[in-house]
């Protein structure tokens, strides 16, 4: 045995045997608790809400009653729709490097456009394009969203489709 761990000299236990782990299960516990932002089951349980919604509308084969109110655009998606969507983004300060929306030729009920958007700027210009983005109706179904961080700007890759009848 070690002599001082598993008794004093006196023959009494020694007490800071236990107050080690105790003051670091404590500390670790307060680090825990701390670290966990406040509401956070709440927006997770929101994200995966919208999430399994969005799904099952893009994954709706026409029904659109899957579909909420402005998500669907009548018609086709038009030269007109594409400029305003485009000085839309532009007015965010982000540099658009490129900006595309074409049909994906599938014919049914809904007609698919594939939309890709590509700039660099702050990261405050890319937060307020995705605004953009979120806010633009007909409703822009992501597919991938990527956000690559720079030394001075960031990089914000989207793509997506939207939905015509």
């Not at 999430?51 to 899957?66: E, F, P, R």
């Not at 485009?86 to 456009?113: H, M, P, R, W």
Request: glycine share 12%.
């Amino acid at each position: 045995m070690i002599a001082g761990l598993t008794q004093s000299r006196d023959g009494g236990f020694p007490w800071i045997a236990l107050a080690v782990p105790g003051v670091l299960t404590a500390v670790i516990a307060s680090l825990l608790i701390i670290s966990l932002p406040n509401g956070a089951a709440k927006r997770l349980t929101d994200i995966e809400a919208k999430a399994g919604a969005t799904a099952q509308a893009a994954g709706a084969d026409g029904n659109l009653k899957a579909f909420p109110a402005g998500t669907v655009c009548s018609g086709d998606f038009t030269d007109a729709m594409k400029t305003q969507l485009n000085l839309a983004l532009g007015s965010t300060g982000l540099k658009i490097e490129s900006f595309d929306v074409g049909n994906t030729g599938q014919a049914a009920t809904l007609q698919a456009y594939h939309v890709s958007v590509k700039g660099s700027g702050s990261y405050e210009d890319a937060l307020a394009a995705l605004n953009v983005l979120h806010g633009y109706r007909p409703r822009i179904f992501a597919d991938t969203v990527e956000l690559h961080n720079h030394i001075s700007n960031v990089e914000l890759q989207v793509g997506g489709r939207l939905f015509c009848r």
